[in-house]
């Protein structure tokens, strides 16, 4: 009986890998310049369902389910608690993509922890399945960018982008769309006394990385700056506004490797898991003032091992950056706290 299961296991490991090592389907972005006005737009209204939001969209809970409704005015994605449309105007790419992943997750893992001898392994060669993405980047009405990652069953995520690029080719481009704002928009005013910090684009120039990470990166980091104490503004990329400030320091990142990884193979082969079938991202992450005393560049890492969804990577990362720039502009600013508090005069 023992051997039957080892050799069970290890037909069900080389199924497995085969299986969650198949590449990722990417659709190349489509620029948002000369996107075409709405009036201009005509598809077949469409919903899908048993959608999942992933991350990154505003105002949505992360993991929220619910539908997406494909109209001419945009996209609109809706749960239980929360509606929120992405004009076809404010679209800057969409993009798609295929990964496998463990099927329920912790309760997945939990199940086959309780199998006896070594079944756990064995089931975690078949309690896998593929998950269909749909990336869409986008700007929102001040000009931010955003990236947001959907779950979609079966063919709905190519049927979406079929319909966007559809929709592009047969409408008339409009003159004043497709203007993305940048950082130097950016009206100073000086003296304001916060914390601002700007998370420039990401430059992805040295890594193929899929979109869905992309985006999640840069989402995870502008999550996790906002939680560094003493941070009372992070801008995103291209942000401005009616009375915009300057923010007070940069954090620019560029991509230095990723290896994807793949959560199967992690299953499947028990404390193994942790040196094979890791995914690692590795990022060259800038940290500048506005004044010019600060520019600090340090390599900043992140992998993933053992169970666990491959894109936690993307949170790790983030989490790594936030404390490096927490660490950077403490010291930076501790010779400027300790001469206002030796000084006899009030600054």
Not at 86 to 94: G, K, Q
Not at 112 to 121: H, S
Not at 220 to 233: L, P
Not at 318 to 334: D, G, L, M, R
Request: proline share 6%; glycine share 10%; net charge positive.
């Amino acid at each position: 009986m023992k051997k039957t299961l080892t050799t069970l296991t290890g037909l069900l490991f080389l199924s497995g890998l085969s299986l969650a090592q198949q590449p990722s389907r990417y659709v190349a972005p489509i620029s948002g310049e000369g996107i075409p006005s709405t009036s201009a737009i005509h598809v077949d209204p469409w919903t899908a369902s048993k959608v999942q939001h992933a991350y990154g969209l505003p105002e949505t809970k992360a993991k929220a389910k619910g539908t997406m409704e494909i109209n001419n005015a945009g996209l609109i994605f809706t749960s239980n608690t929360s509606r929120y449309t992405i004009p076809w105007a404010d679209t800057m790419a969409l993009s798609n993509g295929v990964e496998r992943v463990e099927m329920w997750g912790t309760t997945g893992r939990l199940v086959r922890m309780v199998i006896p001898n070594g079944g756990g392994l064995a089931a975690a060669g078949v309690m896998h399945h593929k998950v269909n993405e749909l990336t869409v980047e986008f700007r929102d009405q001040r000009g931010a960018y955003h990236g947001a990652v959907f779950f979609l069953p079966g063919n709905d995520a190519t049927r979406v982008l079929d319909i966007y690029t559809h929709a592009i080719l047969t409408a008339q481009p409009h003159p004043d769309l497709g203007i993305v704002p940048t950082a130097s928009a950016l009206a100073c005013q000086p003296g304001s006394g916060s914390h601002n910090v700007l998370v420039s684009a990401p430059v992805w120039n040295d890594a193929q990385v899929p979109a869905a990470y992309r985006a999640m990166v840069y989402e995870h980091i502008v999550d996790r700056m906002q939680r560094v104490k003493g941070v009372d503004h992070v801008f995103r990329d291209g942000e401005t506004g009616a009375q915009p400030v300057c923010p007070q320091y940069t954090v620019a990142i560029s991509i230095v490797s990723f290896k994807q990884g793949n959560q199967v193979q992690r299953a499947m082969t028990g404390p193994i898991g942790f040196f094979v079938g890791t995914t690692q991202m590795a990022f060259n992450v800038t940290i500048r003032d506005s004044s010019g005393g600060l520019n600090s560049t340090q390599e900043v890492k992140a992998t993933l091992r053992g169970e666990g969804e491959s894109k936690n990577v993307t949170d790790g990362v983030a989490k790594k950056i936030a404390k490096s720039y927490a660490n950077t502009t403490k010291q930076f600013e501790q010779p400027t706290l300790t001469a206002r508090a030796n000084s006899p005069l009030p600054f």
